[in-house]
Protein backbone atom coordinates (compact mmCIF):
# COMPACT_ATOMS: atom_id res chain seq x y z
CA UNK A 1 0.00 0.00 0.00
CA UNK A 2 1.19 3.54 -1.09
CA UNK A 3 2.19 5.80 1.31
CA UNK A 4 -0.38 8.34 -0.15
CA UNK A 5 -3.00 5.58 0.22
CA UNK A 6 -2.44 5.14 4.07
CA UNK A 7 -2.95 9.12 4.43
CA UNK A 8 -5.99 9.78 3.24
CA UNK A 9 -5.43 13.62 4.40
CA UNK A 10 -2.21 13.74 2.99
CA UNK A 11 -3.93 13.41 -0.11
CA UNK A 12 -6.76 15.77 0.24
CA UNK A 13 -4.07 18.22 0.79
CA UNK A 14 -2.10 17.60 -1.98
CA UNK A 15 -5.68 17.96 -4.56
CA UNK A 16 -6.45 20.92 -2.47
CA UNK A 17 -3.14 22.45 -3.23
CA UNK A 18 -3.04 21.29 -7.06
CA UNK A 19 -6.17 22.83 -7.16
CA UNK A 20 -5.34 26.22 -5.61
CA UNK A 21 -2.24 26.68 -7.45
CA UNK A 22 -3.84 25.67 -10.82
CA UNK A 23 -6.90 28.82 -9.77
CA UNK A 24 -4.05 30.96 -8.91
CA UNK A 25 -2.14 30.32 -12.50
CA UNK A 26 -5.30 30.09 -14.51
CA UNK A 27 -5.91 33.62 -12.88
CA UNK A 28 -2.58 35.33 -14.38
CA UNK A 29 -3.06 33.11 -17.45
CA UNK A 30 -6.23 35.29 -18.29
CA UNK A 31 -5.78 38.72 -16.76
CA UNK A 32 -4.02 40.17 -20.06
CA UNK A 33 -7.34 38.80 -21.95
CA UNK A 34 -9.32 40.55 -19.10
CA UNK A 35 -7.71 43.82 -19.16
CA UNK A 36 -7.52 44.22 -23.00
CA UNK A 37 -11.60 44.43 -23.04
CA UNK A 38 -11.60 47.06 -20.45
CA UNK A 39 -11.58 50.45 -22.00
CA UNK A 40 -7.97 51.71 -21.46
CA UNK A 41 -7.11 54.76 -19.37
CA UNK A 42 -7.28 57.05 -22.57
CA UNK A 43 -10.03 56.07 -23.53
CA UNK A 44 -11.75 56.81 -20.39
CA UNK A 45 -10.36 60.18 -20.03
CA UNK A 46 -11.66 61.09 -23.76
CA UNK A 47 -15.09 60.97 -22.38
CA UNK A 48 -14.28 62.44 -19.20
CA UNK A 49 -15.17 65.61 -18.09
CA UNK A 50 -12.75 68.54 -18.82
CA UNK A 51 -12.31 71.20 -15.97
CA UNK A 52 -11.30 74.89 -17.80
CA UNK A 53 -10.08 77.75 -16.43
CA UNK A 54 -10.74 80.89 -17.78
CA UNK A 55 -9.64 83.71 -15.31
CA UNK A 56 -7.38 84.52 -17.63
CA UNK A 57 -9.77 84.98 -20.39
CA UNK A 58 -9.94 88.54 -21.85
CA UNK A 59 -13.52 89.91 -23.24
CA UNK A 60 -13.64 89.09 -26.95
CA UNK A 61 -11.00 86.15 -26.57
CA UNK A 62 -11.78 82.59 -27.26
CA UNK A 63 -10.30 79.56 -25.62
CA UNK A 64 -10.32 75.85 -27.32
CA UNK A 65 -10.02 72.68 -25.22
CA UNK A 66 -10.43 69.18 -26.26
CA UNK A 67 -13.04 66.76 -25.05
CA UNK A 68 -14.23 63.73 -26.12
CA UNK A 69 -11.32 64.19 -29.27
CA UNK A 70 -13.22 67.44 -30.18
CA UNK A 71 -12.66 71.08 -29.89
CA UNK A 72 -14.50 72.83 -27.44
CA UNK A 73 -14.82 76.73 -28.30
CA UNK A 74 -15.25 78.67 -24.82
CA UNK A 75 -15.65 82.82 -26.05
CA UNK A 76 -15.77 85.57 -23.28
CA UNK A 77 -18.31 87.69 -25.58
CA UNK A 78 -17.81 91.81 -25.33
CA UNK A 79 -21.19 93.75 -24.39
CA UNK A 80 -21.31 94.97 -27.86
CA UNK A 81 -21.45 91.21 -29.21
CA UNK A 82 -24.00 90.26 -26.61
CA UNK A 83 -25.83 93.28 -28.45
CA UNK A 84 -25.29 91.86 -31.78
CA UNK A 85 -26.78 88.89 -31.14
CA UNK A 86 -31.28 90.39 -31.25
CA UNK A 87 -30.23 92.22 -34.43
CA UNK A 88 -30.27 89.46 -36.88
CA UNK A 89 -33.31 87.34 -36.56
CA UNK A 90 -34.15 87.39 -39.85
CA UNK A 91 -30.75 85.67 -41.39
CA UNK A 92 -30.60 82.97 -39.10
CA UNK A 93 -32.43 79.24 -39.72
CA UNK A 94 -33.17 78.62 -36.31
CA UNK A 95 -32.61 82.03 -34.06
CA UNK A 96 -34.53 80.67 -31.28
CA UNK A 97 -32.71 77.75 -31.31
CA UNK A 98 -35.93 75.20 -31.40
CA UNK A 99 -33.93 72.21 -32.56
CA UNK A 100 -33.58 70.62 -29.24
CA UNK A 101 -30.34 68.05 -29.21
CA UNK A 102 -28.41 71.17 -30.39
CA UNK A 103 -28.31 72.36 -27.03
CA UNK A 104 -29.16 71.56 -23.17
CA UNK A 105 -32.41 73.35 -22.43
CA UNK A 106 -30.61 75.54 -19.83
CA UNK A 107 -28.73 77.30 -23.29
CA UNK A 108 -31.88 77.38 -24.77
CA UNK A 109 -32.05 81.06 -25.09
CA UNK A 110 -30.51 84.30 -27.28
CA UNK A 111 -26.80 84.20 -25.80
CA UNK A 112 -26.97 80.00 -25.69
CA UNK A 113 -25.75 79.76 -22.45
CA UNK A 114 -25.60 80.00 -19.14
CA UNK A 115 -24.29 83.14 -18.23
CA UNK A 116 -24.72 85.59 -21.48
CA UNK A 117 -20.98 86.46 -21.88
CA UNK A 118 -19.65 82.50 -21.85
CA UNK A 119 -20.34 81.35 -24.94
CA UNK A 120 -19.54 77.10 -24.58
CA UNK A 121 -19.63 75.42 -28.34
CA UNK A 122 -18.37 72.49 -30.06
CA UNK A 123 -16.46 73.56 -32.76
CA UNK A 124 -17.58 71.00 -35.72
CA UNK A 125 -19.45 72.06 -38.43
CA UNK A 126 -22.84 70.56 -38.48
CA UNK A 127 -22.81 70.12 -42.33
CA UNK A 128 -19.46 67.87 -42.38
CA UNK A 129 -17.88 67.82 -39.86
CA UNK A 130 -15.48 70.83 -41.05
CA UNK A 131 -13.49 72.79 -38.08
CA UNK A 132 -14.95 76.70 -38.80
CA UNK A 133 -13.24 79.43 -39.27
CA UNK A 134 -13.02 82.30 -36.01
CA UNK A 135 -14.48 85.23 -37.76
CA UNK A 136 -15.39 87.35 -33.93
CA UNK A 137 -14.76 90.92 -35.73
CA UNK A 138 -17.72 92.95 -36.83
CA UNK A 139 -17.51 93.96 -40.37
CA UNK A 140 -15.15 94.07 -43.61
CA UNK A 141 -12.42 93.34 -41.46
CA UNK A 142 -13.70 89.67 -41.58
CA UNK A 143 -13.38 89.39 -44.71
CA UNK A 144 -17.18 88.46 -44.89
CA UNK A 145 -18.80 91.90 -46.00
CA UNK A 146 -20.05 95.15 -43.88
CA UNK A 147 -23.04 93.81 -42.58
CA UNK A 148 -21.24 90.83 -40.80
CA UNK A 149 -21.89 90.74 -37.14
CA UNK A 150 -18.89 88.56 -36.05
CA UNK A 151 -18.90 84.67 -36.13
CA UNK A 152 -17.86 81.45 -37.68
CA UNK A 153 -17.22 80.63 -41.10
CA UNK A 154 -17.24 77.30 -42.28
CA UNK A 155 -14.78 77.93 -45.29
CA UNK A 156 -15.45 74.29 -46.65
CA UNK A 157 -18.61 75.07 -48.20
CA UNK A 158 -19.18 78.33 -46.83
CA UNK A 159 -21.63 77.52 -44.02
CA UNK A 160 -21.81 80.93 -41.29
CA UNK A 161 -23.16 81.45 -37.69
CA UNK A 162 -23.23 84.02 -35.69
CA UNK A 163 -21.78 84.85 -31.93
CA UNK A 164 -24.09 82.31 -30.20
CA UNK A 165 -23.39 79.20 -32.71
CA UNK A 166 -26.73 79.51 -34.65
CA UNK A 167 -26.99 79.03 -38.44
CA UNK A 168 -27.38 81.35 -41.13
CA UNK A 169 -30.52 80.67 -43.88
CA UNK A 170 -29.31 79.28 -46.88
CA UNK A 171 -26.33 77.39 -45.78
CA UNK A 172 -25.42 73.76 -46.24
CA UNK A 173 -25.36 73.57 -42.56
CA UNK A 174 -27.92 72.06 -41.00
CA UNK A 175 -28.37 73.08 -38.18
CA UNK A 176 -26.68 75.59 -34.76
CA UNK A 177 -22.92 74.53 -33.54
CA UNK A 178 -23.79 71.93 -30.16
CA UNK A 179 -23.69 73.66 -27.02
CA UNK A 180 -21.75 71.19 -24.59
CA UNK A 181 -23.30 69.98 -21.70
CA UNK A 182 -21.20 72.17 -18.96
CA UNK A 183 -21.64 74.12 -15.52
CA UNK A 184 -19.56 76.32 -13.38
CA UNK A 185 -17.73 74.64 -10.92
CA UNK A 186 -16.91 78.50 -9.22
CA UNK A 187 -16.82 81.91 -11.47
CA UNK A 188 -13.99 81.16 -13.44
CA UNK A 189 -13.69 77.67 -13.70
CA UNK A 190 -15.73 75.66 -16.57
CA UNK A 191 -16.59 71.69 -16.02
CA UNK A 192 -17.12 70.50 -19.83
CA UNK A 193 -19.10 67.29 -20.20
CA UNK A 194 -21.02 67.36 -16.87
CA UNK A 195 -24.34 69.52 -16.08
CA UNK A 196 -25.55 69.22 -12.77
CA UNK A 197 -28.61 71.29 -13.50
CA UNK A 198 -26.82 73.80 -15.94
CA UNK A 199 -25.66 75.17 -12.16
CA UNK A 200 -23.79 78.48 -12.57
Not at 44 to 51: D, I, L, N, S
Not at 83 to 108: G, I, N, R
Request: aromatic share 6%; with cysteine; glycine share 8%.
Amino acid sequence: MSEEAADPGRRRFLTLATTAVGAVGTVYAITPFVKSMLPSARAKAAGAPVEVDISMLEPGQLLTVEWRGKPVWILKRTPAMLESLTKHDSLLADPASKVADQQPAYAQNVARSIKPDILVLVGICTHLGCSPDKRLDAGAVSGLGDDWPGGFFCPCHGSKFDLAGRVYKNVPAPTNLPVPPYMFAADTRLVIGEDKKGAA
